[in-house]
Nanobody, 114 residues
Framework: VQLQASGGGLVQAGGSLRLSCEGS????????VGWYRQAPGKRRELVAH???????NYDASVEGRFAISRDSAKNTVYLQMNSLRPEDTAVYYC?????????WGQGTLVTVSS
């Protein structure tokens, strides 16, 4: 199983980015996938999650601004991030759980300038 995260970059506060997590060796429609982030000096935290049924949940800090979705045909999970804030600055990782194993993507850096 391999995960490839992409889509990070530098954006001004109030802007938008869309992150992608493309998987190989696993079928996304049968697994749960989460987007996590880790800011400098802080622990990694879950920001959004989608399970195999398509049920989504979000951390309170991103509720209403971020949206996680899945394209099963492309085996890709997206994180649409709107109304970005400087405190959203972090390295974003996707994680997949399959058969009790956790698989992480390599991370993509999101920097939000004020």
């Amino acid at each position: 199983v391999q995960l490839q995260a992409s889509g990070g970059g530098l954006v001004q506060a109030g802007g938008s980015l869309r992150l992608s997590c493309e998987g190989s060796g696993v079928t996304f429609s049968t697994t749960s996938v989460g987007w996590y982030r880790q800011a400098p000096g802080k622990r990694r935290e879950l920001v959004a999650h989608i399970d195999r049924h398509g049920t989504t949940n979000y951390d309170a800090s991103v509720e209403g601004r971020f949206a996680i979705s899945r394209d099963s045909a492309k085996n890709t999970v997206y994180l649409q991030m709107n109304s970005l804030r400087p405190e959203d600055t972090a390295v974003y990782y996707c994680k997949l759980i399959s058969l009790g194993n956790n698989y992480w993507g390599q991370g993509t850096l999101v920097t939000v300038s004020s």
